[in-house]
Nanobody, 121 residues
Framework: VQLQASGGGLVQAGGSLRLSCAVS?????AGWYRQVLWQEREFVAA???????RYLDSVKGRFTISRDSQMKTVYLQMNSLQPEDTGVYYC???????????????????WGQGTLVTVSS
């Protein structure tokens, strides 16, 4: 499985971006994490093939994770962006059906390269 993330950029506070993660291979769950250089990688959102979703509390109501029917592309629609949303966003995926929902994605799962999101105040 290979993941290719895209869609990052520079946006003003209050603006929107949509991240995409192109998936080659078969997966059953996917998610987004973000990282600021001096901090640990932080879970943002996850979705399963069955449509179950989970979000970081601070992005609920602002971010929406979705996927196409074949789970070949996973999206993260980010609205009302704030400077604290700045970071490198990574997509993750797993053949496990519950990764990201009941337990985090791990080192044995698949990770894409990051895409940088910068929100200016």
């Amino acid at each position: 499985v290979q993941l290719q993330a895209s869609g990052g950029g520079l946006v003003q506070a209050g603006g929107s971006l949509r991240l995409s993660c192109a998936v080659s291979g078969s997966i059953n769950s996917a998610g987004w994490y973000r990282q600021v250089l001096w901090q640990e990688r932080e879970f943002v959102a996850a979705i399963t093939r069955g449509g179950r979703v989970r979000y970081l509390d601070s992005v609920k109501g602002r971010f929406t994770i979705s996927r196409d029917s074949q789970m070949k592309t996973v999206y993260l629609q980010m609205n009302s962006l704030q400077p604290e949303d700045t970071g490198v966003y990574y997509c993750a995926s797993s053949e496990d059906r519950e990764s990201g929902i009941f337990y985090p994605f791990g080192d044995d799962d698949y990770w894409g390269q990051g895409t940088l999101v910068t929100v200016s105040s």
